[in-house]
């Protein structure tokens, strides 16, 4: 990796955080941390909270007790809109890009939290990564295929230059052939220095990328630990 | 293959035979005669056997080769939106035609007509500000009309009270209008279809029933009076009433009552198109994009940093600032508003302008808006029969084309250099 991961500070950490959906607990004193630089990875079944878990860094829901710190911040409340000015982006679930704009567009939605400064720079940097979204960049995002509403999304959240990306199951729904390259990319994203969070069902595909990893049942944390060890269980 | 359809054609004719047996049946075969009734089923099954030729004759022609063509050609066009690809000529020269054309209406049309094309509009500008909330923010507004009744009665109030004159509500209008979309939005801002559209529907009632009630401050169902307009202290009255001169005395020509409404539509026009510009900027600014986005997916709007408090407020607020403005001209050119001008009815069919034409699409607004208020007085023929062709007419429309007469077009961007260095639509898969 670019940076080593031996600051101090937690780029982004967790520290026994409990929400609720209504008077379900959804997550149970979760404490985890992301050093600069690094890749971990959250795995988990359906249902355990790994998806909570990254939207309530975007305050929904908010969390009843814990803390949630960005460099030593405690952004647990908030407004939503701004902590992704804080360099944090999200590759939300099931893609949820804006199916009814253009390729274009949605990458101009991307930028939202640094302006258009830099857009013609990234978004050449975007077709370099991701060929198919320059060949359909006037094309309704909505008509693409699965693993290209995919790349999109990805490329949507990589427009706002972040340092920290959340990636929550980038894999789901998608081919095997298809995940693979989905992998590719995160390995190549990490290779520009960017720190990733990564939310995935697809354990062994999640671990193999990951330095470190933790393992969500149930809302709370069961294991945690380097990936490669996690990865013989 | 042949008895097949036969099969399928026999169930369809015999449900469609019991269903509707079973509506006309009390409806029209018994018939109230003083404390009994007459019994004349006969009528009844008649009028079943007609529906249920009428739905043989629709399915026969969908199973024709033309209907398959028709239904394939309707269906090809897939959710009805394009994007351009920055090649398209641009349409100036039409857009100058058609301005120049709107302009010198009032030279050629007769009353009648002016009135209808005045009425077309104000529902123009309605539509145009319900698009905003609605068709481009994604917010279902069932109270719009409450804005348009706030335009409507600041001008026939502020007269009354303040000696507001036209000039003057037209500035104001657009404000205090934008602040009643203000105090609507704040209480709205978490809700989303269904409970928006109730909230909202409320909201319009409620102005209508203040409007209605409060007797002393608005005359109540009495209505208020609405002074004609004035042009530089120039009057369309025969005799200058509010201590100008009378516009036919200072041209020196005779005087004429059709001058009023010739001011009126112009300055109408105007404001129509400075709208339909505004709104267009809009839908390539930052702002509408964000308008656009909200509606398409809020939780990804809120990871990605858009401020969704300041988007739903402003789509709400400019949205009422149009309606209020449309007010205003229907206030002037009415002469008189009451309550019963600003019912749900109204509402539903600002709406009905804005989802005809094709949620989001300012032209198809424009065209909608057209056709819902000129095709009711062209219909005048059909006397009773009009409102039910009018919603025969809405169905087939929404059942052939639900993504609006008028297929929406994406902007093509194309910013700076690296833009430049793609040949715009060079890439573009069709």
Known sequence: ?233 | MKSNILSMLSKQALLTFTVSLVLFGPISGLILDGFSFKNELLKAVSLAAVVTAGRVVISLFQISAIGRKLAAGLASGHNGITVKTGQEKSPLFILVLLFIAGLSLPFFADKYFLGIAILALIYCLLGLGLNIVVGLAGLLDLGFVAFYAVGAYLLALGSQYIGLGFWGALVIAPFLAGLCGMILAFPVLKMHGDYLAIVTLGFGEIIRLVLNNWLEFTGGPNGASVPPPTVFGLEFTRTAKQGGVPIHDYFGVSYSADYKFWFIYIVLFLVVCIVIYAVERLRVMPLGRMWEALREDEVACRSLGVNHVFTKLTAFMLGASTGGLAGVFFAVHQGFVNPTSFTFFESALILAIVVLGGLGSTVGVILAALVLTILPELLRDFAEYRVLVFGILMVVMMMWKPRGLVRIKRPAFFPGEAGRGLPAGAEVRQ
């Open chain 1, 1 to 233: 990796m670019n940076q080593p991961p031996d600051q101090t500070v937690p780029l982004l950490q967790f520290d026994g955080v409990h929400a609720y959906y209504g008077p379900v607990e959804a997550l149970k004193n979760v404490s985890l941390h992301i050093h600069p630089g690094e890749i971990v990875s959250l795995i988990g079944a359906n249902g355990a909270g790994k998806t909570t878990l990254l939207s309530s860094v975007f305050g929904a829901p908010r969390v009843s007790s814990g803390k949630i710190l960005h460099r030593g911040d405690d952004i647990s409340a908030t407004p939503t809109n701004l902590i992704s000015r804080r360099s944090i982006a999200l590759v939300p679930e099931g893609r949820q890009i804006y199916q009814d704009m253009s390729v274009e567009e949605n990458m101009i939605m991307g930028t939202t939290p640094i302006g258009m400064d830099h857009f013609d720079e990234d978004r050449t940097a975007m077709f370099g990564l991701f060929p198919r979204l320059k060949e359909r960049r006037n094309q309704l995002a909505g008509t693409m295929s699965g693993g290209e509403q995919q790349m999109l999304a990805i490329a949507r959240a990589m427009m706002a230059r972040p340092e920290l990306i959340l990636f929550d199951e980038p894999s789901l729904g998608l081919a095997p052939l298809v995940v693979k390259r989905v992998f590719e990319v995160l390995g190549e994203i990490a290779a520009l220095g960017k720190t990733i969070f990564l939310v995935e069902q697809n354990a062994n595909h999640a671990l193999k990328l990951s330095q470190r990893a933790y393992v969500m049942v149930n809302g709370r944390i069961h294991l945690s630990g380097e990936s490669a060890s996690l990865l013989d269980n």
